[in-house]
Nanobody, 128 residues
């Protein structure tokens, strides 16, 4: 059974940085595109960033573009999200997701329905 486990969240001040991690455990198809989503209280889950299986293609939501980096390290089955210059609006539960059937970022990869594996999330709280 494949599991995704997020870590690295916490309470930080605005302007600081944070690196979120997502560990993939269990037997996977080996070719999964992956992504980060976030959900703030009372709001829908929204796309943050995505990365293809090879890591050669990435995409970011406008809200984090230019101050975040998504990456992955296949040998250790890890994915990361580096968030810099954190803003109050970044406060949310961050989820990692994987699509076991699609290795590339094509089609509706910014939609949560594109992904069939999800972690339980890690809380990020940004204070002023």
């Amino acid at each position: 059974q494949v599991q995704l486990t997020e870590s690295g969240g916490g309470l930080v001040e605005a302007g600081q940085s944070l690196r979120l991690s997502c560990a993939v455990s269990g037997r996977t198809s080996g070719r999964s595109s992956m992504a980060w989503f976030r959900q703030a209280p009372g709001q829908e889950r929204e796309f943050v960033a995505a990365i293809s299986w090879t890591g050669s293609t990435t995409d970011y939501a406008d809200s984090v573009k230019g101050r975040s980096t998504i990456s992955r390290h296949e040998p250790t089955n890890m994915m990361y999200l580096q968030l810099n210059k954190l803003e109050l609006a970044d406060t949310a539960v961050y989820y990692c997701a994987a699509s076991q059937s699609l290795a590339v970022l094509s089609g509706n990869y910014r939609s949560a329905t594109f992904y069939d594996l999800w972690g339980r999330g890690t809380q990020v709280t940004v204070s002023s």
